[in-house]
Nanobody, 121 residues
Framework: QVQLVESGGGLVQAGGSLRLSCAAS????????MGWFRQAPGKEREFVAA?????SYTSSVKGRFTISRDNAKNTVYLQMNSLKPEDTAVYYC?????????????????WGQGTQVTVSS
């Protein structure tokens, strides 16, 4: 049974930093795409970043967020710097079954439970 467990969320002031972690178990995702999405209240889930053979970011986080992975730990990270109030959302980790650098939720097969990130102004 595949499980993705996120951690690292919390409350931070604008301009601060957080690092989210997503630990996978049940299978190895060393070559598969993994991604981060977020969902704010009343809004649809949106793509944030993905990593596979390369990386991809939504435009609003480019230069501020960095996605990385540690295959030995089967873990993906999202380093978030220069946080803004509009980054406030529940952040979800997702894992796919191919190496396609996917940017839409339907391209991912496995999801974590989410971790809350709140940025105060």
């Amino acid at each position: 049974q595949v499980q993705l467990v996120e951690s690292g969320g919390g409350l931070v002031q604008a301009g601060g930093s957080l690092r989210l972690s997503c630990a996978a178990s049940g299978r190895t995702f060393s070559t598969a795409a993994m991604g981060w999405f977020r969902q704010a209240p009343g809004k649809e889930r949106e793509f944030v970043a993905a990593i596979s053979w390369g990386t991809s970011y939504t435009s609003s986080v480019k230069g501020r967020f960095t996605i990385s992975r540690d295959n030995a730990k089967n873990t993906v990270y999202l380093q978030m710097n220069s946080l803004k109030p509009e980054d406030t959302a529940v952040y979800y980790c997702a894992a796919g079954s191919s190496t396609v650098l996917a940017t839409t939720p339907k391209q991912y097969n496995y999801w974590g439970q989410g971790t809350q990130v709140t940025v105060s102004s």
